[in-house]
T-cell receptor, first 110, second 113 residues
Framework: LAKTTQPISMDSYEGQEVNITCSHN???????ITWYQQFPSQGPRFIIQ???TKVTNEVASLFIPADRKSSTLSLPRVSLSDTAVYYC???????????FGTGTRLQVFP | NAGVTQTPKFQVLKTGQSMTLQCAQD?????MSWYRQDPGMGLRLIHY???????DQGEVPNGYNVSRSTTEDFPLRLLSAAPSQTSVYFC????????????FGPGTRLTVL
């Protein structure tokens, strides 16, 4: 299985924009890219999903370049409650299985 | 809708014991999956199913069995528990057309002594 990698951790302050990247060199051709948020002792929660270009919803934006080998989750104006671990989820081209990225721990400071 | 439910919430086993973790969903989702999450680590796919009667292995299937006799239920069986299986187990479901958009259960925290 090809590894789907993310930065281990990021720090930010309240009100700032945060961009978290995911590298997925072996993404399956037809699969979407999905991002999740996870708080301690809880299951992951869906944030946003996209296939290409840009997707925006009420909480985040997702940027996907034309080659789809990476994606960037953008959180506008983060607050303390955005402190969590963020994961990308993509289909692996070799196995066609859905595999989570390594996760990014975001810490938001006041 | 209850969404995805998992039982038990907590379990302690001795090495060599077997048990079944239960997972059920009431959203009529075809796709169901099991993940394990070791302390401070990410989620690894154990087994998944794209519909009743169809299962397949994930990244870390050894030591686990699954079956899918109904759309609603997807139990995970530990055949002979080992300390290395101490982890939090999450079950998830989604529609096949949106397999990436999964709904997760609250998890089962398993300790193997």
């Amino acid at each position: 299985l090809a590894k789907t990698t993310q930065p281990i951790s990021m720090d930010s302050y309240e009100g700032q924009e945060v961009n978290i990247t995911c590298s997925h060199n072996n993404i399956a051709t037809n699969d979407y890219i999905t991002w999740y948020q996870q708080f301690p002792s809880q299951g992951p929660r869906f944030i946003i999903q996209g296939y290409k270009t840009k997707v925006t919803n009420e909480v985040a934006s997702l940027f996907i370049p034309a080659d789809r080998k990476s994606s960037t989750l953008s959180l506008p104006r983060v607050s303390l409650s955005d402190t969590a671990v963020y994961y990308c989820l993509v289909g692996d081209k070799g196995t066609d299985k859905l595999i989570f990225g390594t996760g990014t721990r975001l810490q938001v400071f006041p | 809708n209850a969404g995805v439910t998992q039982t038990p919430k907590f379990q302690v086993l001795k090495t060599g014991q077997s048990m079944t973790l239960q997972c059920a969903q009431d959203m009529n989702h075809e796709y169901m999956s099991w993940y394990r999450q070791d302390p401070g680590m990410g989620l690894r796919l154990i087994h998944y199913s794209v519909g009743a009667g169809i299962t397949d292995q994930g990244e870390v299937p050894n030591g686990y069995n699954v079956s899918r006799s109904t759309t609603e239920d997807f139990p995970l069986r530990l055949l002979s528990a080992a300390p290395s299986q101490t982890s939090v187990y999450f079950c998830a479901s989604s529609s096949n057309g949106e397999a990436g958009k999964q709904f997760f259960g609250p998890g089962t925290r398993l300790t193997v002594l």
